[in-house]
């Protein structure tokens, strides 16, 4: 039944792929269309799904949503050497009401983890990342989420649910299974202070801008002990898009959010990705095309994923204590992918779901950092966490 509420890719989009060579992205993948419907979706790994529900966004003035120009960009281009499994599943329209269109999600996103299918969509108002973080209610597991934007997005939590405040939404509205937030890329002077300083007394992470685009790596185990990855598009600097998304002369460039987009593909945890903030224009093909990219760099991780096993028992680690003031720190090393982790206590008499966080990732220069008497911040707030 979830999979109802879908509508069919536009006519005008399946032509397009008549004019495309017979290798690319749009000939060699499941189609929802008018004529055939819902494709088979056994051996699908990835979904494409578009939301055209924008009602919610602060500058919303009644316009419709189509994405035909980012199918088209996508559909253009040629698949890596994949073994992904991908379908475009079309779109989830307006619903009567705001909650229609919530529910509509939720219901598709929760009928997709029963397939092990990854959905990636492309919105539409951010705050649609709300519906999608209550489908994981009915997994029993506590869930971590990484926002790529130049804002929290954290808002008034006691007003109604917005693109800038559906992460407050998700902090205080039971049943609680937020872990972690994590923010990639924000821009001090657009958050307010006492944000900031909420982020920092609930032990989330963030990370400026201009830290990422030093050393974008740093993205690579954030985004490995994620469940769901939203990147508003508004993280992006202007000179990247199209006409309407001008007003943000600083933000990351198209390299840089492929490779974030990349980095979120390969996470092996990376169960709902989400690019929002779409626009259209007379003249979108800018911003359609680096979204494109954006799903292609994303399924390029997928295809790659180590799938590795975190059993320490099973001698595919080599171990690293290290002695800080009181603490001793262990370190776990594949043998496999050269990836880091690094342990976490686990507190008898806590809520069990936080088992699965007694890894927790890290980067070699976490080790190198540690060995030097410095006790890694995610390290200290993960165990903060952990206390409360």
Known sequence: ????????????????????????????????????????????TVAIICLRENRRDLNYLGEKLS???????????????W???????????????????????????????????????????????????????????????????????????????????????????????LFNYSNIGYQTYFNAQEEIDLMDKLYFDAYRLGNISAEINIVEPVMRDADIVSVDLNAIRSSELSSRHNKMPNGFDGKEICAISRYAGISDRVSSFGIFGYKNDTNEEKTAMLTAQMIWYFIEGVNFRASESLDIEKNNFIKYNVPIDNEVLTFYKSQ???????????????????????????????????????????????RKKNAI
């Open 1 to 44: 039944m979830a999979f109802e509420v879908l509508i069919p890719i536009a006519d005008v989009a399946i032509a397009h792929i008549q004019l495309q060579h017979h290798q690319s992205i749009g000939n060699n993948i499941r189609l929802h269309t008018i004529q055939d419907g819902l494709p088979d979706l056994d051996d699908v």
């Open 67 to 81: 994405y035909t120009e980012v199918r088209n960009a996508f559909y253009e281009l040629f698949p890596g050497n």
């Open 83 to 177: 073994d992904t499994g991908i379908a475009d599943l079309g779109d989830i329209a307006q619903g009567a009401t705001i909650e229609d269109t919530y529910f509509a999600v939720r219901s598709l996103n929760e009928a997709l983890f029963k397939k092990n299918i990854i959905p990636i969509y492309i919105g539409g108002s951010q705050d649609l990342v709300y519906p999608i973080y209550r489908s994981y209610d009915k997994l029993d597991q506590m869930v971590n989420l990484v926002n790529v934007d130049s804002r929290f997005d954290l808002g008034d939590a006691s007003s109604e649910i917005t693109n800038t405040s559906y992460v407050g939404k998700i902090i205080v509205e039971q049943p609680y299974n």
């Open 336 to 382: 496999k992918t050269e990836r880091w982790w690094i342990e976490i206590p686990y507190i008898s008499g806590l809520n069990n779901k936080l088992k699965r966080h007694t890894l927790l990732p890290c980067a070699y220069l976490d080790y190198r950092q540690a060995c030097d008497q410095i006790i890694p911040e995610r390290w200290y707030k993960a």
